[in-house]
């Protein structure tokens, strides 16, 4: 089984940047993929990016070269780092962690980002 705590979300004026964090409860070595979603309102939830075990990564056309995904294995964590960011990157956001056969979700953060 595999908690997941998000954290780091806000409200952030367009062009601005945030970072969020996602500690996991086991290590994150050996879970098979982490990503990040996110759902606006009255809108269905999609991919941002993720991360497989041996770290490649995957970014969804709308953030590529505004978004970084990482992970510090010493710590569990995987980050999210959102830079330029726009009004229509507001949204929930949300971790998730494949851990064979299982996906787990995190309770999700909150980005406002204003115009």
């Known amino acids: 089984q595999v908690q997941l705590v998000e954290s780091g979300g806000g409200l952030v004026q367009a062009g601005g940047s945030l970072r969020l964090s996602c500690a996991a409860s086991?290590?994150?070595?050996?879970?098979?993929?982490m990503a990040w979603y996110r759902q606006a309102p009255g809108k269905q939830r999609e991919s941002v990016a993720n991360?497989?075990?041996?770290?490649?990564?995957y970014y969804a056309d709308s953030v590529k070269g505004r978004f970084t995904i990482s992970r510090s294995i010493g710590k569990n964590t995987v980050y999210l780092q959102m830079n330029s960011l726009k009004p229509e990157d507001t949204a929930v956001y949300y971790c998730?962690?494949?851990?064979?056969?299982?996906?787990?979700w995190g309770q999700g953060t909150q980005v406002t980002v204003s115009s």
């Open positions: 086991r290590n994150i070595f050996t879970i098979n993929a």
């Open positions: 991360i497989t075990g041996p770290g490649s990564t």
């Open positions: 998730n962690a494949y851990y064979h056969p299982v996906y787990y």
